[in-house]
């Protein structure tokens, strides 16, 4: 089972104290992926917030017309949150999660966890504040690696 002291590891649940840490480790499930294994595929229904407990793994983000090609736009480490679009509409990955290496991960259902934060307001504050700037910078860390890649990309032909 996870503790509240595990979830203190995580930002996305930084500020919160023990009482509501406890409250959402009830939600929590473990599980391991394999090198390789894809969590989340984008465009696909967003059902779970991912947790990365130790291992790597990479964001993909699939561009198709015209380029064709996928671009890993951000590396989860452990302590590091994925698959965010779980608590966000339209509730659709916007990216692909792929293992790098054996990943350990906690996961709770998105719709299990947006039920406690409406629930304790106080708690959806804390915790939606701290999902906005995970947002913020995976926004700007994806448009800084994008236009580079399609940079690469535009030199190659020419």
Not at 21 to 35: M, N
Not at 83 to 96: F, K, M
Not at 125 to 143: C, D, F, G, P
């Amino acid at each position: 089972m996870v503790s509240a002291e595990v979830l203190k590891q995580f930002g996305l649940f930084k500020k919160l104290p023990d009482s509501q840490l406890d409250k959402i480790a009830v939600l929590c499930q473990e599980r391991t992926f394999d090198r390789g294994a894809v969590c989340f595929m984008q465009g696909k229904p967003a059902t779970e917030l991912h947790l990365c407990r130790s291992g790597k793994v990479d964001l993909v983000v699939q561009l198709r017309d015209p380029w064709n090609m996928e671009v890993t736009v951000h590396t989860a480490g452990p302590g590091e949150v994925f698959g965010w679009s779980a608590l966000v509409e339209p509730r659709i990955y916007t990216a692909s999660a792929r293992c790098a290496e054996k990943t350990d991960e906690i996961y709770i259902r998105g719709s299990d966890l947006l039920d406690l934060l409406e629930k304790d307001s106080r708690l959806g504050h804390t915790v939606m504040q701290n999902l906005s700037a995970v947002v913020s910078s995976r926004l700007t860390e994806t448009r800084q690696k994008l236009a580079i890649e399609i940079a690469n990309t535009k030199r190659t032909e020419w």
